[in-house]
């Protein structure tokens, strides 16, 4: 393309005097000669870099072959115009403008198969070209949206429905649109969200046709799975607090960003995650103050989310945080779910099983046999780590008859949280002996009787000083 000049001359009059002569040849059945005339003057007027001129000739070029629906004609004006050397690229911008503002009317009017010519008209057009980024995008999503009604919806002459699902995500995932500097950032956002959804419905498809035994690394839907946390990191979650992106009639980037996120969390098990985002979610004006609707139920998922995460520093205290919220004394039930965990008894399960279970069952989360038995760990893990604080050695036997476990469940169980850190603790096998307090050494014991014999001498310290002022205070109210 070449570099903008300045006007050489004004080709206004010519252009108002060829225009009416040209729509005369079109209504006398002359399209060819009438776009001739046109290309004639168009040379002129972009030689001479007449902006003005040269936009509305290209324009009318397009109008004439759309008026006399020669789609054939159309298509090849808009190539061999946006193709011309030294073709400035404001007139190419509203000739590609004009184009798309058809596109609905002719995908109603003359069919799809005229639409699908336009599109790629158009997306041809428009290819590495930075100055048309924008209309590019926006065509390219309004073809991947076709692509997905083809997978919804297959035809016989289509192809497969997952190749046209996989083909639109493929179409939107070759956007890089968060470089686009021409975009607005709401624009940016939801194209973004559109790729991190499509992505999902691949990764579904594919994970859907994969045997769980023989799945390997990055197999299935892996890729897509990724490329979608990677999609996640391209939005801004300050931006989504703002309120139009919060609240809005017909789309809220918000909750569907965070929906995302949900659903890939659930697919990695990343259930602290999960509880993170639906935070998020509750955090919104509209959905916090429906108490009884969507309030209720993200605060709902929270509470069983967090509870089903792996205890660490993080989950302890978002845990602690939730059983303070005065929200969660509404909902008795997960109120005193909480409460269990965030206390240091011992909760047996078949307590836990026969008082909650009934109601969680029916929920989606714990209708999954996988999430209720991970419900079952996490209260395993609670009583162990109750145990290891009230207790320094216990036997075997008796750990397992406070857990509701067998041997083997039981040393599994503190295996991983000895490898993870959550407890110190070593199994004497021989005398079947369970210890929770690490052999100290002579020098740990020393440090220990230093520490604690200089925070006596502290007090001690502190008392005599104390008694000293209350004498000497007594000593001046005699004297007086």
């Not at 005398?431 to 502290?458: C, I, P």
Request: glycine share 4%; with cysteine.
């Amino acid at each position: 393309m070449a570099e903008p000049k300045k006007q050489e001359k004004d080709f206004t009059s010519e252009v108002d005097v060829i225009i009416p002569e040209t729509e005369s040849l079109v209504k006398s059945g002359k399209l060819q000669d009438a776009v001739d005339k046109l290309y004639a003057l168009e040379k002129q007027t972009r030689n001479a870099s007449d902006l003005k001129s040269t936009t509305r000739l290209l324009n009318t070029i397009c109008s004439l072959c759309y008026e006399a629906r020669d789609y054939e004609l159309l298509n090849s004006s808009i190539n061999i115009l946006s193709k011309k050397h030294g073709q400035l690229k404001a007139a190419i911008q509203s000739m590609v403008d004009q184009a798309m503002g058809w596109l609905e009317e002719i995908k109603s009017r003359d069919g799809i198969e005229k639409w699908l010519q336009m599109v790629e008209t158009l997306r041809s057009v428009t290819d590495g070209k930075l100055f048309l980024e924008t209309p590019r995008a926006r065509v390219t999503l309004l073809l991947a949206h076709y692509h997905e009604a083809l997978f919804k919806a297959p035809t016989p002459a289509a192809p497969s429905p997952k190749e046209s699902l996989i083909t639109a995500s493929d179409l939107l995932s070759d956007l890089q649109v968060e470089t686009y500097s021409s975009m607005e950032r709401r624009e940016k956002t939801e194209i973004i969200l559109e790729q991190m959804r499509f992505l999902i419905a691949v990764a579904r498809q594919k994970d859907s046709e994969v045997d769980a035994d023989k799945k390997e690394s990055l197999s299935g839907g892996d890729a897509e799975w990724v490329k979608v946390r990677v999609g996640g990191r391209k939005v801004n979650e300050e931006f989504l607090k703002e309120k139009d992106n919060e609240v809005r009639s017909r789309y809220d980037l918000k909750l569907k960003y965070y929906d995302l996120m949900i659903q890939h969390a659930l697919h990695q098990s990343s259930y602290l995650d999960v509880a993170k985002y639906y935070y998020k979610v509750w955090e919104t004006p509209s959905i916090k103050e429906d108490v009884a609707g969507k309030g209720r139920a993200a605060l709902e998922h929270i509470v069983y989310y967090v509870v089903l995460a792996p205890h660490d520093n993080e989950q302890s205290d978002m845990l602690h945080r939730l059983f303070n919220d005065p929200a969660l004394v509404k909902l008795e039930l997960q109120y005193n779910l909480v409460k269990c965990f965030t206390t240091s008894e011992l909760m047996r399960w078949p307590g836990i099983e026969s008082i909650y279970g009934p109601f969680l069952r029916t929920t989606s989360v714990f209708s999954s046999d996988k999430r209720w038995e991970d419900l079952h760990t996490r209260v395993i893990e609670h009583n162990i780590r109750v145990v290891a604080k009230y207790y320094t050695r216990i036997t075997l036997p008796r750990l397992t008859s406070l857990l509701d476990l067998t041997r083997q469940q039981t040393e599994e169980t503190l295996c991983r949280l000895v490898v993870s850190g959550t407890i110190w603790a070593r199994i004497d096998r021989p005398t079947g002996v369970v210890n929770f307090r690490a052999t100290r050494s002579a020098e740990d014991v020393m440090n220990d009787w230093s520490s604690d014999m200089q925070k006596l001498l502290g007090l001690v310290e502190k008392s005599w000083m104390g008694m000293n002022a209350a004498q000497a205070a007594q000593t001046r109210v005699k004297a007086s």
